[in-house]
């Protein structure tokens, strides 16, 4: 079973290059969502999707935006890279939006801003 | 938003069980509380979930206070896979663009350390 599976694992960009990671879940689910994680830190959300051709903001939006085309991939763009871009990035699918399901995440994406 | 505490890190004994311990005073009627946990260099887990009974699933017990005011996640016989940080999270409903999406809001978490 692959889950989420998220492309690619590592990343290294130069401050103002462009690139779009891409997350993908076989799972049939509505939801999926964008987060990242900085050292040290919980994990905060950037975007997410609640089915297939919908977008919102989620906390820390700036600097990114998204795009769900297709209902298995969830795609973040970075248009300039930045420095503070640095961190992981985890996509995550779930069934529904509602309180009672649970979250399934990838593995993550290392990107470095240099 | 309703908050948790969460001690900042732990230590257990191998085949020990772990009470792992979480406050969320400002929870609300409908917050579901749930466990994740992050392996090292790993995507959160899904761990477990209730909203006022006691739980048990395979991986492990969740026991939630009568005034839901605190939970516990019991870990039956900790092995050193199970070393990770541990979150405790009241997923809420949140709101954007008119629809309702279940926010997960990570805080620190508990890092458990597993010794052999």
Redesign the interface.
């Given at each position: 079973n692959a889950g989420v599976t998220q492309t690619p694992k590592f990343r290294v960009l130069k401050t103002g290059q462009s690139m779009t990671l891409l997350c993908a879940q076989d799972m049939n689910h509505e939801y999926m969502y964008w987060y990242r994680q900085d050292p040290g830190m919980g994990l905060r959300l950037i975007h997410y999707s609640v089915g297939e051709g919908t977008t919102a903001k989620g906390e820390v939006p700036d600097g990114y935006n998204v795009s769900r085309l297709k209902k298995q991939n969830f795609l973040l763009g970075l248009e300039s890279a930045a420095p503070s871009q640095t961190s992981v990035y985890f996509c995550a699918s779930s069934r529904g939006g509602l309180m009672n399901t649970e979250a399934f995440f990838g593995q993550g994406t290392r990107l470095t801003v240099v | 938003d309703a908050k948790t505490t969460q001690p900042n890190s732990m230590e257990s004994n191998e085949e020990e069980p772990v009470h792992l311990p979480c406050n969320h005073s400002t929870i609300s009627g409908?917050?579901?509380i749930?466990w994740?946990r992050q392996l090292p260099?790993?995507?959160?887990?899904?761990v477990i979930?209730g909203?006022t009974s006691n739980v048990n699933n395979r991986m492990a017990s969740l026991a939630i206070a009568e005034d839901r005011k605190s939970s516990t996640l019991i870990l039956h016989r900790a092995t050193l896979r199970d070393a990770a940080v541990y979150?405790c999270i009241l997923?809420?409903?949140g709101w954007?663009?008119g629809?309702?999406?279940?926010?997960?809001?990570?805080?620190?978490?508990t890092i458990l350390t597993v010794h052999p």
């Open positions: - | 409908t917050d579901y749930h994740y260099s790993q995507g959160p887990e899904y979930h909203l979150y997923r809420d409903e954007g663009g629809t309702s999406y279940g926010k997960l809001t990570f805080g620190q978490g």
